[in-house]
């Protein structure tokens, strides 16, 4: 049904605009009012991985794909930062160091690692591919809401 691809610096002051778009676009889709704003945290939290963690260098690119189909949204982020992680790995570290904190009543902690844990839960597959050619992460939403579409093909 529709398909977008941007590039965009590696850069976080165009993510707000990016965000907001992709929402947007998502309930002009059908997506109702919560599953829209879930959509601008995953995308924010992806993107600004992607610049934190992977484009470091000052003319660096992300590239995004977004596709909607029926009742789902696809979306690919790919930055070109050559740090090769393994992604099993860190999920389980920042998983354990979480409930850690749960269990000592340190909920609010500062420490950070907890986005992709949230973006997890949002989101109904997450794949994050890490190479020395930068990482890619798609995700998959589902429609779960049982809103008509607002627009039709």
Known sequence: MGNIKM???ANFTY???????ISRIAFNFGFDDRESYQIET????????AIEHGSKKKEAKIRLECKFEKEQMELTVA??????????????????????EISKGLADSPHRGRG????????????IKT???GTIVKILK????DSPLAISS
């Open 7 to 9: 590039e965009i610096p």
């Open 15 to 21: 993510i707000p605009g990016v965000r907001t778009c």
């Open 42 to 49: 995953i995308v924010d939290e992806i993107c600004n991985n």
């Open 79 to 100: 930055d070109t930062g050559n740090r090769k992680f393994n992604v099993e790995q860190v999920f389980m570290h920042n998983i354990k160091r979480l409930q850690e």
């Open 116 to 127: 992709l844990i949230i973006v997890q839960k949002l989101v109904d597959k997450l794949d």
């Open 131 to 133: 190479t020395r050619n």
């Open 142 to 145: 589902r429609k779960h809401s």
